[in-house]
């Protein structure tokens, strides 16, 4: 196999309810498709990514629905673009590393997004070592771009009891006022009226915490079991700007879900729920639920003239913080037998394997195989990337 560092194509997520135009604006995607679209997310990383050997002159990405992630429409020089699944068939260790094949049965199991996201659903993910029926654990962290709020593990003195019956209340009002939209008995613009209105007589985020999430900050979920839900805020209109990274796991699989913040599809539909098993999967420890217990502290340490932030790490994945000086010498980096996944935050730098090397601007993001054990980053003007491995 002739390894070589990739270029990833990343896949813009059109969410036309939460989405925005901050993350084509941060990648400076300026092409005609993307005008007033609202994308939610951009997948950096996952099983299904594209990769590319050489530059792109003209903006290069995958768009996709978010009813319809696995039938992107391509743009930009995608000619020749490379399904990672079909690399890692002819040789899953020396994509990935031998270890992490070995974990993963050759499988890539890490996910990055990059997101822009207000008012999702209130929701859950299992504990691992605590799986039941379909669940599965998807351990999942977050590094904000910018200031956001969300609502993060219940409320001192919650009453879990009271907090599940008033999501049922919901959710089965919800049904009803769906029903009668379908049924021409009510309007889609009533309907939505009639539904926040229930909802505001008694609003269930007070059984929750809400709080405010400044630049910066680091929240890691990865221990499962806990309430969270991206908010609204009218002092930011961007919502919430996360770069998140988990473990791949089938959403339809993970994401236990008891409130959808009364939303209603353009057909009258509402999102099915999985309340009583949202409750089932929570962690109702008092102390477990206080919001700085998921706030994290870092650690940096220098690598020559480089700055090194571990952002997070478990089992899973680690992710660290490089800021790089203008003009300095190369910064090495060791693999680990583990491939690398480097996002350019700010600035531009040039990544150089002994198999070839990639110029990455901001916002563009390069796969780098295990089987070339290192690689040198360099920069003629002050960097920061974001490296993740398994």
């Not at 031998?98 to 990055?112: A, C, N």
């Not at 999501?167 to 309007?187: M, N, P, T, V, Y």
């Not at 699989?253 to 999985?274: A, E, H, M, W, Y």
């Not at 090397?357 to 780098?368: D, M, P, S, W, Y």
Request: with cysteine.
């Amino acid at each position: 196999m002739n390894l070589k560092p990739y270029y990833i194509i990343p896949l813009l997520v059109e969410q036309p309810t939460w989405g925005g135009e901050y993350i084509a604006e941060f990648k400076n995607l300026k092409h005609a498709k993307l005008e007033g679209q609202k994308i939610g997310q951009s997948f950096e990383l996952y099983g299904e990514s594209l990769l590319a050997t050489e530059p792109s002159s003209e903006p290069r990405f995958a768009l996709a629905t978010a009813t319809d992630v696995a039938h992107p429409e391509l743009f930009g020089e995608t000619t020749t673009a490379l399904p990672i699944g079909k690399l890692l068939a002819e040789d899953a260790a020396a994509m990935l590393g031998r270890r992490v094949t070995e974990k993963t049965q050759g499988q890539l199991k890490t996910l990055i997004k990059f997101t822009q996201a207000k008012s999702n659903s209130y929701q859950a993910h299992v504990k691992i070592g605590q799986e039941f029926g379909h669940w599965q654990p998807k351990p999942e962290s977050w590094y904000y771009f910018e200031p956001g709020l969300i609502t993060l593990g219940l409320a001192p003195g919650c009453d879990v009891a009271e907090y599940q019956q008033r999501c049922l209340a919901i959710h089965a009002f919800a049904q009803d006022i769906s029903r009668r939209i379908k049924a021409g008995e009510l309007s889609l613009a009533a309907g939505k009226q009639e539904l926040k209105a229930f909802i505001d007589e008694d609003h269930p985020r007070r059984f929750v915490n809400t709080v405010r999430v400044e630049r910066d900050h680091i929240i890691d979920l990865s221990g499962g079991g806990i309430h969270h839900s991206w908010e609204v805020d009218p002092g930011q209109p961007l919502g919430n700007i996360v770069y998140e990274v988990q473990l791949d796991v089938r959403d339809e699989n993970c994401t236990l879900r008891s409130f959808d913040q009364g939303s209603i599809k353009d057909d009258g539909g509402v999102r099915p729920l999985s309340i009583e098993d949202y409750f089932h999967g929570l962690d109702r420890n008092a102390a477990f639920n206080q919001p700085e217990h998921f706030f994290q502290t870092t650690q940096t340490r220098h690598q020559g003239s480089a700055t090194l932030t571990e952002l997070f790490t478990n089992e899973f994945y680690r992710t660290t913080l490089l800021d790089l000086p203008a003009a300095t010498p190369a910064t090495t980096l060791e693999l680990d037998d583990s491939f690398a996944h480097v996002f350019v935050k700010t600035g531009q730098v040039t990544l150089t394997t002994s198999a070839g090397e990639v110029t990455l601007a901001k916002g563009q993001a390069a796969f780098v195989p295990a089987g070339l054990s290192q690689y040198q980053l360099t920069t003629d003007q002050a960097s920061t990337v974001i490296v993740t491995q398994a």
